[in-house]
């Protein structure tokens, strides 16, 4: 067993594997300094369904070993009841083998807060990653807000791609300098459901990824993001170069606040990130 591991499995052989565990701990899960253990890594494997009541007070809740051991890791269902107190809840790379791949995984997560470094990481920028692709991850509530730099999901790398997430209930976000999404290195056709949609904490600089706001309770940020056809239709009050997102030729925003002789609406006449894209008014009401 490798060091600082609570638990390792390794289904490289054989599938259909059902494991049931309590709760994974490590450390004092309300204090914001360094967490200690790994709570589980899975070395690879097909078709496991594992249940875990709750990951708390560890460096890394559940790590995903593909970029040292080169295995496929596909078709795992997991069920956790609640990730808390640390600094990844669940990590993930890929290996450089072709089909090695970390795809069609699905999480179900009931309720997630105190992650110092994020909730979610999936990674392949390693040289020769392999794809890390249509994982799905649902959570039922989200509080980023304990400490101000806390974050939620990062997704890096250009084999990171079409993944999706959820969050069906509240989604409170950080305090401060902390982020609900980070997306680079061209991470792309990405799918993110959130009730709570601040373009102020989404750093991005990577592909084309899909937003889309389940909730209209963010008043300060209206900004619902969709995909329509390959484009994406924003709702916003204004032109949004100012928001740092890679827009495309095509491209339209909305002005929910338009009024007699205001621009009804703007459209993307050249792509770029923020203000290196052209927009053009489309509409303007009489």
């Not at 708390?56 to 790590?63: E, N, Q, V, W």
């Not at 040292?68 to 890791?73: A, F, L, M, P, R």
């Not at 994982?135 to 039922?140: D, I, L, M, P």
């Not at 304990?146 to 069906?168: K, P, Q």
């Amino acid at each position: 067993m490798t060091a600082g591991v609570l638990l390792t499995f390794d289904f490289t052989e054989s599938g259909n594997k059902r494991i049931d565990i309590g709760n994974i701990y490590g450390k004092d899960v309300l204090t914001d300094t360094a967490h200690y253990n790994i709570g589980m890594d899975v070395i690879g494997g097909d078709s496991a369904f594992v249940r875990i009541g709750a990951l708390s007070g560890l460096y890394i809740g559940i790590r995903f070993l593909g970029s040292t051991n080169d295995e496929h890791v596909g078709m795992w269902d997991f069920e956790i009841d609640t990730i808390l107190g640390c600094d990844y809840g669940i990590y993930a790379t890929t290996g450089t083998t072709a089909g090695k791949a970390f795809e069609a995984n699905t999480f179900r997560i009931r309720y997630a807060s105190y992650c110092r470094e994020w909730i979610v990481n999936l990674d392949t920028t390693t040289a020769n990653s392999e794809v890390l692709f249509s994982n799905t991850f649902r959570f039922g509530t989200v509080e980023m807000h304990a400490f101000a730099d806390h974050n939620g999901f990062r997704l890096a790398g250009s084999a990171t791609i079409s993944n999706r997430i959820f969050v069906d209930g509240a989604l409170i976000p950080p305090t401060g300098s902390g982020y609900i999404l980070s997306l680079s290195d061209s991470a792309s056709d990405n799918l993110f459901e959130l009730s709570w949609l601040d373009w102020a904490k989404v750093y991005h600089t990577g592909g084309y990824n899909i937003f889309r706001q389940s909730s209209n309770h963010n008043t300060s940020y209206p900004a619902l993001l969709t995909n329509n056809f390959g484009r994406s239709v924003i709702s916003y009050t204004s032109i949004p170069t100012g928001l740092n997102f890679p827009w495309r030729k095509g491209d339209l925003c909305w002005n929910p606040d338009a009024g007699s002789g205001d621009v009804l609406l703007w459209a993307c006449t050249a792509s770029g990130t923020g203000a290196g894209s052209t927009w053009l008014v489309a509409i303007t009401l009489p």
